[in-house]
């Protein structure tokens, strides 16, 4: 444990993990932590190991907080020096717990070295199970070549930890599965009330608005949401992302035992495309607000599809001129498809400098629709319709050299404004 890994030795950064892992566990009620420590009281020698080197340094308190102190304190000054008897530690730390006919018992074995001592942890395992002693070990194992996976998958669940991060992460999924035993279903339903719907991503918060987990929704082999385990003390508020998000907050996650939380999210789908064409014109994208509201909720793509709540929305396409949809619903487990016309090229050819705007031409009503560049050739689609072309070279000054034509755009065709 004194050798090198990643930013210092394989000990500092279990002191440090360990202290913050335990840390978090203050306040938590039901449980109690003791602490086994292993190769660190005799001094391994040329050809002299001390294979009973393993001692019970904290044992088991009802004062939670009390022994998180104690616990943290003996880290601290742990001094790695003598060999590893694993399968001794292991049967010892069995035998460590008080009797107790409700508890869930767990043993959280962190090596980074495998049996030194002729032992086999995994006929202590069988042992264990043969007694009927109810012991859920797992083994994090620290920078340890792979071969030796074998050896520590017959004990229990096992962690190979590679760097820091995925220490940390073993750490923290470790202590809520055997710590907490509490677990958290969200139901996505539907309008019927079932909860069918899924694939979506769920970000999790504690109290102090720090972000602890984020799963993507999924729904079991038997079609159910999937239970998640979590440390009740770090989920007080959900939310769920969809389009639009929900949310829930001040959660009550009990421990040990399986919370279910409730969304209504019925879901269906807006499908995006043009006619006649797949995969083309990509620079088109739909804004989707919810009807009656100014905030940009969503940005679609063009020839996609995207689940939303059920409701009614409004949509604003960015062609040119601009679509506005109003009151566009969403149903259930439906599409509902919006569909717009194939948009024509226009080449606007300006030989001199010159101050331009497109206008477009409904029913003799004219609307803004682009002003052009002053000058070089410019490409713009355009969606199907009669336009206006308004313009004044700007060397002149007078009003009266405004000049105007019009134009018609033709899906999938290319019009020219020759040069002006």
């Given at each position: 444990m004194n050798a090198q890994w990643e930013s210092s030795s394989k000990i500092s950064i279990a002191r440090q993990l360990l202290t913050k892992t335990v840390n978090e566990l203050r306040g938590l009620e039901n449980v109690e932590l003791a602490l086994r420590m292993y190769g660190h009281q005799t001094r391994i020698m040329p050809g002299q190991q001390d294979c009973n080197d393993t001692k019970l340094e904290v044992p088991f308190n009802p004062n939670l907080n009390g022994n998180i102190d104690k616990i943290i304190s003996r880290i601290r000054s742990l001094d790695p020096k003598g060999t590893t008897p694993i399968a001794q530690s292991l049967e010892f730390a069995a035998q460590d717990f008080p009797k107790c006919k409700n508890c869930s018992n767990a043993i959280i074995l962190i090596t980074d070295g495998i049996e030194a001592c002729d032992g086999d942890p995994c006929a202590v395992a069988r042992m264990l199970k043969t007694k009927g002693i109810q012991v859920q070990?797992?083994?994090?194992?620290?920078?340890?070549?792979?071969?030796?996976?074998?050896?520590?998958?017959?004990?229990?669940?096992?962690?190979?930890?590679?760097?820091?991060?995925?220490?940390?992460?073993?750490?923290?999924?470790?202590?809520?599965?055997?710590?907490?035993?509490?677990?958290?279903?969200?139901?996505?339903?539907?309008?019927?009330?079932?909860?069918?719907?899924?694939?979506?991503?769920?970000?999790?918060?504690?109290?102090?608005?720090?972000?602890?987990?984020?799963?993507?929704?999924?729904?079991?082999?038997?079609?159910?949401?999937?239970?998640?385990?979590?440390?009740?003390?770090?989920?007080?508020?959900?939310?769920?992302?969809?389009?639009?998000?929900?949310?829930?907050?001040?959660?009550?996650?009990?421990?040990?035992?399986?919370?279910?939380?409730?969304?209504?999210?019925?879901?269906?789908?807006?499908?995006?495309?043009?006619?006649?064409?797949?995969?083309?014109?990509?620079?088109?994208?739909?804004?989707?607000?919810?009807?009656?509201?100014?905030?940009?909720?969503?940005?679609?793509?063009?020839?996609?599809?995207?689940?939303?709540?059920?409701?009614?929305?409004?949509?604003?396409?960015?062609?040119?001129?601009?679509?506005?949809?109003?009151?566009?619903?969403?149903?259930?487990s439906r599409h509902t498809d919006i569909v717009i016309p194939r948009p024509g090229i226009l080449v606007a050819n300006p030989i001199q400098e010159t101050i331009a705007t497109i206008f477009q031409i409904v029913e003799n009503e004219e609307t803004f629709v682009v002003n052009l560049r002053p000058?070089?050739?410019?490409?713009?689609?355009?969606?199907?319709?009669?336009?206006?072309?308004?313009?004044?070279?700007?060397?002149?000054?007078?009003?009266?050299?405004?000049?105007?034509?019009?134009?018609?755009?033709?899906?999938?065709?290319?019009?020219?404004?020759?040069?002006f």
């Open positions: 070990p797992f083994v994090i194992g620290i920078g340890l070549d792979l071969s030796y996976l074998e050896h520590f998958s017959c004990i229990g669940n096992f962690f190979d930890v590679t760097d820091e991060k995925t220490f940390d992460m073993a750490m923290q999924t470790v202590m809520e599965q055997a710590i907490s035993h509490t677990s958290v279903q969200v139901n996505l339903n539907n309008t019927s009330g079932a909860p069918r719907e899924t694939d979506v991503p769920m970000s999790f918060y504690d109290k102090r608005g720090q972000l602890t987990y984020t799963f993507e929704h999924t729904l079991n082999s038997h079609g159910k949401p999937d239970t998640l385990s979590v440390n009740p003390l770090k989920v007080n508020r959900i939310v769920v992302h969809t389009i639009p998000p929900l949310e829930k907050s001040n959660l009550q996650i009990k421990p040990r035992t399986r919370n279910i939380i409730e969304f209504n999210a019925p879901m269906g789908y807006l499908d995006f495309k043009t006619q006649g064409s797949n995969n083309r014109y990509p620079s088109i994208k739909c804004i989707v607000r919810k009807h009656g509201e100014m905030e940009t909720m969503h940005i679609q793509e063009l020839n996609s599809a995207e689940k939303y709540l059920t409701g009614i929305y409004d949509l604003e396409i960015l062609t040119l001129p601009r679509i506005k949809m109003s009151e566009v619903q969403i149903k259930q000058q070089g050739t410019q490409q713009l689609l355009l969606q199907p319709g009669d336009y206006k072309l308004v313009y004044r070279k700007k060397r002149y000054t007078s009003a009266a050299k405004v000049v105007s034509e019009t134009f018609s755009i033709t899906s999938g065709q290319t019009t020219e404004l020759n040069p």
